[in-house]
């Protein structure tokens, strides 16, 4: 059986389609239970909803990047109705903290569109290209309180060229955003993720 995602989102959706037609196709062991936006404007909506997939704006409440107070209990209450095995920030603009975090304690993922530890929060790629890295990437995560900061799941490295735009650099990195968090997603669904002393062990070995 599948496990069940829920999908917090902001934005255009990109990774959430990705995320969608890999699970459809069954190339994911899981499948998109309720996705959920703090905009109620996102086009990550429309595309959930074109997609036959329960799709729900609940407002958080305040201009505060941070997601505390009735808006969280909100998020939990509908995550845990759908009775979700995975939570996934597709491109979510709140910080999740305590009681959110505890609710799912290692079954938040998020995606970041850099190699952390280099390069954490907003406009990772600008930030690659102001430092002149040769190479940038994506990481996937698992999500503690402390931004950007939680156990690495998989990363994938992308070489920048000195033409690069942030745009060109984004584009890129985003193909190997989709690639890796369906096969982190997947990997959860397989049971092959552990945490250990901050560390993510794959397959239960000793790699």
Same mark, same amino acid.
């Given at each position: 059986?599948? *496990?069940?995602?829920? @999908? ?11 995320i969608i ?6 190339? *994911? ?28 704006? *609940? ?5 505060? %990047? ?22 996934c ?5 709140r ?5 959110f ?9 998020? *995606?970041?569109p850099?190699?952390? %530890?280099?390069f ?16 940038s990437?994506?990481? @996937? ?8 900061k939680? %156990?690495?799941?998989?990363q994938?490295? @992308? ?25 982190a997603?997947?990997?959860f669904?397989k049971?092959?993720?552990? @945490? ?12």
């Amino acid at each position: 059986m599948p *496990i069940k995602l829920g @999908v917090l989102v902001s934005g255009r959706g990109t990774n959430l389609q990705s995320i969608i037609d890999k699970s459809v196709s069954s190339l *994911i062991a899981a499948e998109v239970a309720i996705v959920i936006s703090d905009k109620p404007n996102a086009y990550a909506l429309t595309r959930a909803r074109e997609a036959g997939v329960p799709a729900m704006y *609940i407002d958080p409440r305040t201009d505060k %990047p941070i997601l505390t107070g009735e808006a969280e209990d909100d998020y939990i209450r509908f995550l845990k109705d759908c009775h979700v095995n995975l939570v996934c920030l597709a491109g979510f603009m709140r910080i999740l903290k305590g009681k959110f975090i505890r609710e799912f304690k290692w079954k938040i993922m998020n *995606i970041h569109p850099a190699l952390l %530890p280099s390069f954490r929060g907003l406009s990772a790629q600008k930030q690659a290209l102001d430092r002149g890295v040769r190479f940038s990437g994506a990481t @996937v995560h698992f999500v503690t309180e402390n931004v950007d900061k939680g %156990p690495i799941i998989l990363q994938a490295v @992308v070489p920048v060229y000195q033409d690069d735009t942030e745009e060109s650099l984004s584009k890129r990195i985003l193909l190997e955003e989709h690639r890796i968090y369906a096969e982190a997603i997947d990997l959860f669904a397989k049971g092959q993720l552990e @945490v250990r002393d901050n560390r993510v062990i794959i397959g239960g070995g000793n790699g």
